[in-house]
C-alpha cells in the first residue's frame, strides 16, 4: 500500500546520478563562493582600515608644519586640500588638550574621544555606524602638538564586493566547465551495464548473456555486480530448462511425459488438412510388472522399463519433440504411467496400416529381455484410438485410448483393442456406478454376508467368510461382479474393505451369545488396504470397537500380494499375528507362487482357489496339483480350505486327500447376517443327515 505507483513518474537512473553529481558541484561551489567572499571581505577590510589609518598619518604629517607655525589658516586650508578625497566625512584638527581648532565636513554627535594608546601604532582605528574614523598624533619630536581626526564612509574606504563576487563566480563557472563531462563519463560508465542489464531482461534473453554483456570491464564494483548477474541469469536459465524438463520428460527414461504427449498431439491435430491419412495413438500396459520382477535383483526394473522405451523409440523412429524440425509431424513415444507408454503416429496410411505397427510394437516387447543376467517377458495390452475419428482434440483421444486399453485388460489381457463407440456407453455406466459407490460408502450400504466353512471330517459349521455386499439407496442388490472391479480402478475398494471388515466383526461378536457357538470369521483385505501403513492399527482399532476377539479374526491376503513383497507382509502382519490374529493365503495356486517367499511367511491357512476345486472330474491334472497343494500345507503344519466346492464328488475327493475346509454352494451361498444365524441353527439339527452335513 505504500509502494509507488506504475501511474508515477520517476526519472532514469542516469539522470538522478546526474542530479545527484551536479547538486554536489553545486553545493561546493555555494561553499567555495561563501567561504571565498568572507575570505575577501576579511582582507579588504583590513586593508580598508590600514588605508584609513595612512590617511590620518598622511594628514598628520601634513599638518605638522603648520601647527609649528601657530598659522590657523595654513591648517584650514590643509584640512579643505583633504577634504575632496573620495567620500570624506569630516577632517577635524584638535590642540594636545584635545580641543578643537579646525574642522570642516560634516560632524558627528556621537563621537566620543577616548584616550588611545599611540605607543602601538601611530593612528588609531575606529568604525562608528557608516563610517572609519581614524585619530593620529600630530608631533615634533617628542612635542605633542595636537591630534588629527579623519573620518571615512565605509563604502568609499572600501573597494566592495564585487571584485571578489566575480572572482568566484568564474572559478565556479570554470570548474562546472570541467565538472559536466567529468560527470557525463562517469554517469555513462556507471549506467551503460545496468542498461545492458535491463534491456536483456525486458527482452528475456538470458540465454545469451554472458560476463561481457553485462561488466564494465573496469575491474570496478559496477563490473563485478555485472559479472554476478551474468552467472546467476546463466543458472536461472539453467533452472528454467531443468524445470521445463521436470514438467514434460520423464525422468527415468527421458521420454516426454503425459502432458507434453497432449501438447504434442493437440499442436499436430491443429495443423493437419482434412485431407491427411488418420493418425492413432495407442497406450501399451506391461502386465503383472511386480510379479516379473519378483526373483530380479534390485533395480531390475528401473532396467527393464529404460530398455522398453528403447524398444519402442526405435520400433517408431520416434523422435526427441525439441529436436524435431517439424514439431507435432514426427511419431512421439511417452511415458505416461508406471508401467504404462504411449505411442502417437500422427501419419498412417491406412487403419490396416495402424493395426500392423500396433501388432509389430506387441512383438517387439514381447520378446525376452535379459537384465543383468536373467531372462524376462512381459506380458502386455494395448489400447488404440484414430484421430481423428475417435478424437478431435488430444485429451479426447487419449481418453479414448485409455478406454480401448482397460476393455484390453478386462477381457483377459495380453491383447490390444480398438476403441468403439460401445466404450464410451460403458465408460459412462463405470463412471456413474462409482458416483453411486462414493455415495453408497458414506451412507454405509456396504454389508458384510457370509458363507459357512465346513470341517470336512466332521461336517461341523466351524467358521465363515465374510463377503462385500452392496444394497443401494433403491433397496437393489448390486452384483459384486458389476462394482468389485471398478472400486478396485478406483481405489474405493480400500474404503470398502475397512467397512466390510467393520460390519462383519460386529456381526460376528453377537453370534457367542446368539449360537452358544464360537466361530472363526475370514475377511479378504485387497492390496490397497495392505499398501497403507496403518494397516495393522486399523485391524486392531476395529477389533477393540467392536469388541471381536482378536484370535477368531483370520485376515486372507491374495498370493501375488504376499509373493510381491514377502519382507512387508511379515513386517505389517507382525502386531497382528502377537494378538492372535490368523492369516490366509487366498487363491493359492492361482499364481506364479515364490514357494521360498510363503514358507517364510507367518501364515496359518493355504486357500485353494477355487479354479481347481471346479475342475475335478473335468481335467485330468487338476487332482494332482490339489494333492500337491494340500502335501505342501501338510509338510508346514497350515490349516487348507478349499473354495468353491458345489458337488457331493469334490467334497469326497477334498476329504479323502485331507482338505480341513469346505466352502462353496454346496453348503449355501453367502447369506445376510439373520439368514445365516437361521442356516446354522438348521445345520445342525440336520447334521445326522449326511447328505446335508458331509455330503
Known amino acids: 500500500m505504500f509502494g509507488i505507483r506504475k501511474s508515477d513518474r520517476s526519472f532514469p537512473l542516469a539522470a538522478r546520478i546526474a542530479a545527484l553529481a551536479f547538486s554536489i558541484v553545486g553545493v561546493s561551489a555555494a561553499i567555495v563562493t561563501i567561504t571565498n567572499l568572507l575570505v575577501d571581505h576579511s582582507q579588504m577590510r583590513a586593508a580598508e582600515e590600514q588605508r584609513v589609518r595612512d590617511i590620518g598619518q598622511t594628514l598628520a604629517s601634513a599638518l605638522t608644519p603648520a601647527l609649528l607655525s601657530g598659522q590657523d589658516n595654513s591648517v584650514k586650508a590643509v584640512l579643505e586640500a583633504a577634504r575632496h578625497r573620495p567620500a570624506a566625512r569630516f577632517l577635524g584638527v584638535y590642540d594636545a588638550d584635545r580641543r578643537q581648532r579646525a574642522f570642516v565636513g560634516r560632524p558627528m554627535d556621537n563621537i566620543t574621544f577616548s584616550a588611545p594608546d599611540f605607543r602601538a601604532s601611530p593612528a588609531i582605528i575606529r568604525r562608528i555606524d557608516d563610517t572609519y574614523i581614524a585619530e593620529a598624533k600630530i608631533a615634533a619630536g617628542p612635542r605633542v602638538l595636537g591630534y588629527v581626526r579623519v573620518g571615512i ?62 561488466g564494465s570491464g573496469a575491474g570496478d564494483e559496477i563490473d563485478r555486480l555485472g559479472r554476478a548477474m551474468a552467472g546467476m541469469a546463466q543458472k536461472m536459465e539453467a533452472n528454467a530448462d531443468s524445470i521445463r524438463r521436470l514438467a514434460f520428460v520423464d525422468s527415468l527414461t527421458n521420454l516426454p511425459n503425459r502432458a507434453r504427449l497432449v501438447r504434442e498431439i493437440d499442436m499436430s491435430l491443429a495443423q493437419r488438412a482434412s485431407d491427411e491419412a488418420p493418425g492413432i495413438l495407442f497406450f501399451i500396459e506391461i502386465e503383472r510388472f511386480g510379479r516379473a520382477l519378483q526373483s530380479l535383483p534390485r533395480g531390475a526394473g528401473d532396467e527393464i522399463l529404460q530398455r522398453v522405451a528403447n524398444v519402442l523409440s526405435t520400433a517408431n523412429n520416434a523422435v526427441d519433440p525439441d529436436r524435431a524440425n517439424n514439431s507435432g509431424k514426427s511419431p ?44 524376462v517377458s512381459l506380458r502386455v495390452s494395448v489400447g488404440a484410438a484414430y484421430a481423428p475419428d475417435d478424437g478431435a482434440a488430444a485429451e479426447e483421444l487419449v481418453n479414448n485410448a485409455s478406454a480401448a486399453l482397460t476393455h484390453a485388460i478386462q477381457d483377459g489381457g495380453g491383447r490390444a483393442r480398438m476403441f468403439g463407440p460401445s466404450m464410451n456407453a460403458r465408460a459412462n455406466q463405470r463412471v456413474v456406478i462409482e458416483s453411486e ?53 478406483t481405489g474405493l475398494i480400500g474404503a470398502i474393505g475397512d467397512a466390510i471388515l467393520s460390519d462383519a466383526c460386529r456381526t460376528a461378536a453377537t453370534w457367542p451369545d446368539v449360537l452358544g457357538s464360537r466361530l472363526r470369521l475370514a475377511v479378504n483385505v485387497s492390496p490397497v488396504q495392505f499398501e497403507d501403513n496403518r494397516f495393522a492399527e486399523k485391524i486392531i482399532s476395529t477389533l477393540e470397537a467392536t469388541r471381536f476377539a482378536a484370535d477368531l479374526l483370520e485376515i486372507e491376503i491374495t498370493e501375488s500380494v504376499a509373493v510381491d513383497d514377502p519382507q512387508r507382509v511379515a513386517q505389517l502382519t507382525a502386531p497382528l499375528k502377537d494378538r492372535g490374529v490368523r492369516l490366509a493365503i487366498d487363491d493359492f495356486g492361482s499364481g506364479h507362487s515364490n514357494l521360498v517367499a510363503l514358507t517364510r511367511l507367518p501364515f496359518d491357512v493355504f486357500k485353494i482357489d477355487q479354479q481347481f476345486t471346479r475342475a475335478l472330474g473335468k481335467d485330468l491334472h487338476t487332482p494332482a496339483i490339489i494333492e500337491m497343494i494340500l502335501a505342501l500345507a501338510a509338510s508346514l503344519n497350515y490349516e487348507t480350505v478349499a473354495e468353491g466346492v458345489e458337488t457331493a464328488r469334490q467334497a469326497a475327493f477334498l476329504r479323502r486327500r485331507g482338505c480341513t475346509l469346505g466352502q462353496g454352494f454346496l453348503y449355501a451361498k453367502p447369506l445376510p447376517p439373520e439368514q445365516f444365524v437361521t442356516f446354522l441353527r438348521e445345520w445342525d439339527q440336520n447334521r445326522e443327515n449326511p447328505q446335508r452335513a458331509i455330503a
Open 153 to 214: 564612509m565605509v563604502s568609499a574606504a572600501s573597494g566592495g564586493f564585487a571584485p571578489a563576487f566575480e572572482r568566484t563566480i568564474v572559478a565556479c563557472g570554470l570548474m562546472l566547465l570541467f565538472a559536466v563531462p567529468l560527470v557525463w563519463l562517469s554517469v555513462r560508465s556507471i549506467t551503460s551495464p545496468l542498461r545492458r542489464l535491463a534491456i536483456l531482461a525486458e527482452q528475456n534473453q538470458y540465454a545469451e548473456a554472458n560476463a561481457e554483456s553485462f
Open 437 to 489: 459407490m462414493r455415495a453408497g460408502i458414506a451412507r454405509g450400504e456396504f454389508v458384510a454376508y457370509f458363507q459357512p466353512k465346513i470341517d470336512l471330517a466332521t461336517g461341523e459349521v466351524v467358521g465363515a467368510e465374510a463377503l462385500a455386499r452392496w444394497r443401494n439407496n433403491k433397496g437393489q442388490l448390486v452384483s459384486p461382479a458389476d462394482f468389485i472391479p471398478i472400486a478396485e480402478e
Open 332 to 375: 512421439l513415444v511417452a511415458r505416461v504411467g508406471e508401467h504404462r507408454f504411449a505411442v502417437w503416429l500422427p501419419e498412417v496410411v491406412s487403419k490396416p496400416d495402424a493395426a500392423k505397427r500396433i501388432q509389430e510394437n506387441a512383438a517387439a516387447l514381447r520378446q525376452p529381455f535379459f537384465v543383468q543376467g536373467h531372462q
